[in-house]
């Protein structure tokens, strides 16, 4: 075999609680993941020659790496060893006990630092393309492991479908969901830093003064998802760092309310942002809220996608 082409998908976080702030930099949290239908595709591939497009090669061990992006925003992806499916070709290397060289040809449809994990996505897609091009067939418990060294977000991105993060997001539970739900995503002009949103929110949380509390999976939202109840989903939506993306993005209040003004059962913002999530009754409504909120100009643009979907899944090779 010589490619190997793997399909990840984005996530909205259905339910973010944050808590207090470790003494490692982190917050432990309730993060209730769910899997959408806008899809980045990474293709590993033995290199031969210079592959177009590609940036420098990155060399560690025995192991070489290149990568090239193309698609959404593709200018605003490193294409060294940052980016983060070169960093998980990498680390899943050091498993194969032999020289190897890949290239990385990532397509890209999910927004970058829109809060919407594309970076952990393709790098849980690099983990599972490689693993099949090496022949390496290490079990999923060894790749989420490798994927929670990359980032909190990088497990679920291999696991899909709807779960509940703990931790810094990285120990996953699946949940039970009844039925599909249908999203509208607004995507903004630029990216949000998610270090600057935590930074930002535990700002905000010091100037009340009041103490944080520990973050528990909210009954409503889990009752909603088991009966695929889209009404009830739409109320128990719910993201601490939305205060917090708010401040630094205030343009999104706006973005939020159009929404809600044109019918979404919940809207709220994607993770850390910048992009906006609005929950819709059906395919057809998801349309029509789209295009107002394409009328109303308040976002860069829309994309309609449904969840839960797989995680990270070879389509080819
Ligand atoms: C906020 C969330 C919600 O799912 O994702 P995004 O919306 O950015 O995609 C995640 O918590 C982001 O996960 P991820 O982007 O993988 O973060 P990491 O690389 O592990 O950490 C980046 C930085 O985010 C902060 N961080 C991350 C996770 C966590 N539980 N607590 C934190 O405080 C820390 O400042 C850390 O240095
Ligand atoms: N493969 C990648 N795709 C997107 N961004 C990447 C990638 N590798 C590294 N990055 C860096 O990670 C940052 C966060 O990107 P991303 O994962 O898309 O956002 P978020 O953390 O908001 O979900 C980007 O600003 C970019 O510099």
Same mark, same amino acid.
């Given at each position: 075999?010589?490619?190997?082409?793997?399909?990840?998908?984005?996530?909205?976080?259905?339910?973010l609680?944050v808590?207090?702030r470790?003494?490692?930099?982190?917050h432990?949290?309730?993060?209730?993941?769910?899997?959408?239908?806008?899809?980045?595709?990474?293709?590993?591939?033995?290199?031969?020659?210079?592959?177009?497009?590609?940036?420098?090669?990155?060399?560690?061990?025995? !192991?070489?790496?290149?990568?090239?992006?193309?698609?959404?925003?593709?200018?605003?992806?490193? /294409?060294?060893?940052?980016?983060?499916?070169?960093?998980?070709?990498?680390?899943?290397?050091?498993?194969?006990?032999?020289?190897?060289?890949?290239?990385?040809?990532?397509?890209?449809?999910?927004?970058?630092a829109?809060g919407?994990?594309?970076?952990?996505?393709?790098?849980?897609?690099?983990?599972?393309?490689?693993?099949?091009?090496?022949?390496?067939?290490?079990?999923?418990?060894? /790749?989420?492991?490798?994927?929670?060294?990359?980032?909190?977000?990088?497990?679920?991105?291999?696991?899909?479908?709807?779960?509940?993060?703990?931790?810094?997001?990285?120990?996953?539970?699946?949940?039970?969901?009844?039925?599909?739900?249908?999203?509208?995503? !607004? /995507?903004a002009?630029g990216g949000l830093s998610t270090p600057a949103v935590y930074g930002e929110c535990d700002r905000l949380r010091e100037s009340t003064g009041e103490?944080v509390?520990?973050?528990?999976?909210?009954?409503?939202?889990?009752?909603?998802?088991?009966?695929?109840?889209?009404?009830?989903?739409?109320?128990?939506?719910v993201n601490d760092l939305q205060p917090a993306a708010l401040m630094l993005r205030p343009s999104l209040e706006r973005t939020l309310a159009?929404?809600?003004?044109?019918?979404?059962?919940?809207?709220l913002v994607s993770g850390s942002g910048p992009t906006c999530?609005?929950?819709?009754?059906?395919?057809?409504?998801?349309?029509?809220?789209?295009?107002?909120?394409?009328?109303?100009?308040?976002?860069? !643009?829309?994309?309609?996608?449904?969840?839960?979907?797989?995680?990270?899944?070879?389509?080819?090779?």
């Amino acid at each position: 075999m010589t490619a190997v082409t793997v399909r990840v998908p984005a996530k909205v976080n259905l339910q973010l609680s944050v808590g207090p702030r470790r003494d490692d930099g982190y917050h432990d949290l309730v993060n209730v993941f769910h899997a959408v239908s806008l899809f980045d595709e990474v293709t590993a591939s033995v290199p031969v020659g210079v592959p177009p497009g590609a940036g420098p090669a990155v060399v560690s061990g025995t !192991a070489t790496v290149t990568v090239s992006v193309e698609g959404d925003s593709a200018g605003q992806v490193p /294409l060294d060893g940052d980016n983060l499916a070169v960093r998980a070709a990498l680390a899943l290397a050091e498993r194969a006990g032999r020289p190897v060289a890949v290239h990385l040809a990532v397509r890209k449809a999910i927004p970058v630092a829109g809060g919407m994990a594309g970076g952990s996505a393709d790098a849980a897609a690099a983990l599972v393309a490689c693993d099949e091009l090496w022949g390496l067939r290490l079990d999923r418990r060894e /790749l989420l492991d490798i994927g929670a060294g990359l980032g909190s977000d990088v497990p679920f991105a291999l696991f899909g479908g709807t779960a509940v993060g703990t931790g810094r997001g990285e120990r996953l539970a699946p949940v039970p969901v009844g039925g599909e739900f249908h999203w509208v995503f !607004a /995507l903004a002009d630029g990216g949000l830093s998610t270090p600057a949103v935590y930074g930002e929110c535990d700002r905000l949380r010091e100037s009340t003064g009041e103490p944080v509390a520990w973050p528990r999976a909210d009954e409503a939202l889990m009752a909603a998802l088991a009966a695929g109840d889209a009404k009830a989903l739409g109320v128990a939506l719910v993201n601490d760092l939305q205060p917090a993306a708010l401040m630094l993005r205030p343009s999104l209040e706006r973005t939020l309310a159009a929404g809600r003004e044109h019918g979404a059962l919940g809207a709220l913002v994607s993770g850390s942002g910048p992009t906006c999530a609005f929950l819709a009754e059906s395919p057809a409504h998801a349309a029509d809220l789209a295009a107002a909120l394409r009328d109303a100009d308040v976002c860069r !643009a829309t994309v309609t996608a449904h969840g839960p979907v797989p995680g990270a899944e070879i389509v080819a090779g």
